[in-house]
């Protein structure tokens, strides 16, 4: 099978859940054997045309810098038209923002069957949330845009979590086209990564730094923790425009010397700071998936996160790790000195989270589900 996938971002350009789930879902494809295209823009000095492990890159357009180059995301998306109306290809796999625009354009011209692959409609649920930090005119425009793309007639759409799935039903997509398909991790990625001799009293945060990530409550909480464990040691990993915020907080809370801010960090350093530490904390009030959570998995460590709709769909509370109410930090903190003060617990649902991924959630899995949906597409 010929696959043309449309992106914004593809590696080395990372942002996210969304661009690695592209890039290991296309690598699997094409270790099964199919010819496998990606077009994506312009990344800095990587080139036009690679390929990478199997998979055809083509990058296009303007080089886009920021997920908020607006004007140069959309010129680079429509810039697409010339390849996808030059290759002929058995299925194209379309991505958001931009890219289903000119992608449904060559499907409708060329009656090739298109699939969309969706994590939902980020920009309203901020809204709701009264956390978007967006101009209103732009805000506005991607809400609007996101509603739009969401609803053209593709032949099947793919949700990334059965919350996504709920949220395209909410804005009138027909069950019939909506397939849910959960990401993965490469299992064989985290287990070359050596075991520490010894685990310190450090838990972790991997994540943009956003408002709604919620690393401020996870701050406030380790003031608390540090009464019982002084040791404690919070690893934040990620970086975004509340990094300055929260380093401010760290220190107005006399926490210099218990929380280190990484920023982005190799996949080689994150793993390393995964298994040295108790446990993973995701306080976040909003995640289509949450990917990071089935890499913490990956390495046997439980994971602590809000109650919200996507963590349920991993976490099983007190036997994989902890659903908190959303904002309760007292609650939080109490399930995190609960991980820190018992070994043996923690280990026990470590495993508990490794054994639900090597059953569920492997980009192998990914790979097979999407190529399955591609097949119902072509039929």
Not at 34 to 56: D, L, Q, R, S
Not at 71 to 87: A, C, G, I, N, T
Request: proline share 4%; with cysteine.
């Amino acid at each position: 099978m010929k696959i043309g996938i449309t992106a914004e971002i593809f590696p080395p350009a990372w942002e996210g859940g969304r661009s690695l789930r592209i890039y290991e879902t296309a690598k699997a494809m094409a270790s099964f054997g199919h010819e496998v295209h990606v077009y994506c823009h312009k990344f800095k000095k990587a080139p036009t045309y690679e390929v990478m492990e199997g998979v055809n890159v083509h990058r296009i357009g303007l080089n886009v810098p920021s997920i908020t180059s607006y004007y140069r995301r959309m010129v680079s998306s429509f810039l697409f038209l010339q390849l996808l109306f030059k290759e002929k290809h058995d299925v194209l796999n379309t991505n958001t923002l931009f890219p289903p625009l000119s992608t449904s354009f060559v499907s409708k011209c060329k009656h090739n069957p298109i699939v969309f692959t969706t994590d939902g409609l980020l920009l309203p649920r901020l809204k709701k949330l009264s956390l978007t930090e967006k101009s209103w005119l732009t805000r506005e425009f991607t809400i609007r845009l996101e509603k739009f793309i969401s609803k053209i007639d593709y032949d099947a759409i793919i949700a990334v979590s059965n919350y996504v799935k709920q949220e395209m039903m909410d804005l009138g997509v027909s069950e019939d086209k909506l397939h849910v398909v959960y990401s993965g991790v490469d299992l064989a990625k985290y287990d070359a990564v050596k075991e520490p001799e010894k685990e310190d009293e450090s838990i972790v945060y991997i994540g943009n730094l956003l408002p709604h990530k919620g690393v401020s409550d996870l701050i406030y909480a380790l003031k608390s923790i540090k009464q019982d464990f002084p040791n404690a040691l919070l690893n934040i990993i990620g970086s975004g425009p509340m990094m300055k915020t929260l380093k401010m907080q760290t220190n107005e809370l006399g926490l210099e010397d218990n929380v280190v801010f990484h920023g982005r960090v190799p996949d080689l350093t994150k793993m390393k700071l995964l298994k040295a530490s108790r446990c993973l904390v995701l306080p976040s009030i909003m995640e289509s998936f949450g990917l990071v959570i089935l890499e913490a998995m990956a390495c046997a460590k439980p994971v602590i996160a809000y109650d919200i709709p996507a963590a349920r769909e991993t976490i099983s509370d007190g036997c994989n790790g902890f659903l908190v109410p959303q904002k309760d930090v007292n609650c939080l903190s109490k399930k995190i000195s609960e991980i820190l003060s018992n070994k043996s617990k923690t280990k026990k649902m470590g495993r508990n989270g490794r054994n639900l991924v090597e059953e569920e959630f492997t980009w192998k899995k990914t790979a097979e589900k999407t190529l399955a949906v591609y097949k119902k597409a072509l039929n």
